[in-house]
Protein backbone atom coordinates (compact mmCIF):
# COMPACT_ATOMS: atom_id res chain seq x y z
CA UNK A 1 0.00 0.00 0.00
CA UNK A 2 1.28 3.59 -1.13
CA UNK A 3 1.25 6.22 1.34
CA UNK A 4 -0.93 8.98 0.93
CA UNK A 5 0.70 12.17 -0.67
CA UNK A 6 0.37 15.63 0.43
CA UNK A 7 -1.97 17.82 -2.06
CA UNK A 8 0.05 20.91 -3.08
CA UNK A 9 -1.89 24.16 -1.86
CA UNK A 10 -3.81 26.50 -4.12
CA UNK A 11 -3.80 29.87 -3.66
CA UNK A 12 -7.34 30.26 -3.42
CA UNK A 13 -9.79 31.96 -6.80
CA UNK A 14 -10.66 35.46 -6.66
CA UNK A 15 -14.55 35.57 -6.69
CA UNK A 16 -16.11 35.46 -9.60
CA UNK A 17 -17.28 39.11 -11.25
CA UNK A 18 -15.37 40.87 -8.02
CA UNK A 19 -11.49 42.64 -8.31
CA UNK A 20 -9.37 43.45 -5.65
CA UNK A 21 -9.33 47.27 -5.97
CA UNK A 22 -8.37 49.84 -3.59
CA UNK A 23 -8.15 46.99 -0.51
CA UNK A 24 -12.14 46.02 -1.69
CA UNK A 25 -14.00 43.66 -3.87
CA UNK A 26 -15.35 46.06 -6.58
CA UNK A 27 -17.69 45.02 -9.19
CA UNK A 28 -16.72 44.55 -12.86
CA UNK A 29 -18.45 45.25 -15.64
CA UNK A 30 -17.70 45.29 -19.70
CA UNK A 31 -17.29 48.37 -22.18
CA UNK A 32 -19.76 47.41 -25.02
CA UNK A 33 -17.09 49.33 -27.38
CA UNK A 34 -14.06 47.89 -26.25
CA UNK A 35 -15.23 44.69 -24.60
CA UNK A 36 -12.72 45.34 -21.52
CA UNK A 37 -13.91 44.51 -18.35
CA UNK A 38 -12.85 46.86 -15.52
CA UNK A 39 -14.23 48.33 -12.42
CA UNK A 40 -18.05 49.67 -12.74
CA UNK A 41 -16.77 52.67 -11.15
CA UNK A 42 -14.64 53.51 -14.44
CA UNK A 43 -17.16 52.96 -16.73
CA UNK A 44 -20.39 55.07 -17.69
CA UNK A 45 -23.85 53.53 -17.88
CA UNK A 46 -25.85 54.16 -20.48
CA UNK A 47 -29.72 53.83 -20.64
CA UNK A 48 -32.19 54.12 -22.92
CA UNK A 49 -35.16 56.64 -22.91
CA UNK A 50 -37.79 56.90 -25.90
CA UNK A 51 -35.16 55.55 -28.65
CA UNK A 52 -32.67 58.08 -26.91
CA UNK A 53 -29.43 56.68 -25.33
CA UNK A 54 -28.94 59.02 -22.31
CA UNK A 55 -25.86 58.42 -19.90
CA UNK A 56 -26.76 57.37 -15.89
CA UNK A 57 -23.84 59.19 -14.37
CA UNK A 58 -25.46 58.34 -10.73
CA UNK A 59 -26.52 54.59 -11.58
CA UNK A 60 -30.03 54.82 -10.71
CA UNK A 61 -32.22 55.21 -13.68
CA UNK A 62 -34.66 52.36 -14.70
CA UNK A 63 -34.08 49.86 -17.20
CA UNK A 64 -31.33 48.00 -19.03
CA UNK A 65 -28.02 49.32 -18.51
CA UNK A 66 -24.67 48.92 -20.71
CA UNK A 67 -21.41 50.74 -19.97
CA UNK A 68 -18.80 52.60 -21.87
CA UNK A 69 -15.32 54.06 -21.34
CA UNK A 70 -16.01 57.72 -21.12
CA UNK A 71 -13.79 57.78 -24.02
CA UNK A 72 -15.09 58.91 -27.87
CA UNK A 73 -13.17 56.20 -29.51
CA UNK A 74 -15.30 53.25 -27.28
CA UNK A 75 -18.30 54.94 -27.98
CA UNK A 76 -17.68 55.16 -31.91
CA UNK A 77 -16.42 51.09 -31.81
CA UNK A 78 -19.95 50.27 -29.88
CA UNK A 79 -21.69 52.35 -32.60
CA UNK A 80 -19.59 50.92 -35.67
CA UNK A 81 -20.40 47.37 -34.46
CA UNK A 82 -24.27 47.71 -33.63
CA UNK A 83 -23.18 46.34 -30.14
CA UNK A 84 -25.47 49.33 -28.14
CA UNK A 85 -28.85 48.13 -29.39
CA UNK A 86 -28.00 44.65 -28.58
CA UNK A 87 -26.96 45.62 -25.12
CA UNK A 88 -30.43 47.20 -24.91
CA UNK A 89 -32.08 44.52 -26.60
CA UNK A 90 -34.07 47.13 -29.00
CA UNK A 91 -34.86 47.10 -32.48
CA UNK A 92 -34.36 49.96 -34.84
CA UNK A 93 -32.45 52.98 -34.40
CA UNK A 94 -30.84 55.02 -31.50
CA UNK A 95 -30.00 58.45 -30.87
CA UNK A 96 -26.99 58.64 -29.12
CA UNK A 97 -25.74 62.11 -29.46
CA UNK A 98 -27.10 63.40 -26.27
CA UNK A 99 -23.66 60.39 -25.23
CA UNK A 100 -21.39 61.73 -27.66
CA UNK A 101 -21.85 65.53 -26.27
CA UNK A 102 -21.83 64.16 -22.36
CA UNK A 103 -18.15 62.13 -23.17
CA UNK A 104 -17.05 65.57 -25.02
CA UNK A 105 -17.56 67.50 -22.48
CA UNK A 106 -15.98 65.08 -19.81
CA UNK A 107 -12.70 65.16 -21.95
CA UNK A 108 -12.62 69.06 -21.99
CA UNK A 109 -12.55 68.45 -18.17
Not at 42 to 60: M, T
Not at 62 to 85: D, K, N, T, W
Amino acid sequence: MRGIRAMPSVPPMPPQGKLEYGGRAAPLRTCVGCRVRTVKSELLRLVVVENVIVPDQRGRSRGRGAYVHPAPRCLELAERRRALPRAFRTTGPLDASCVRACIAGLDAE
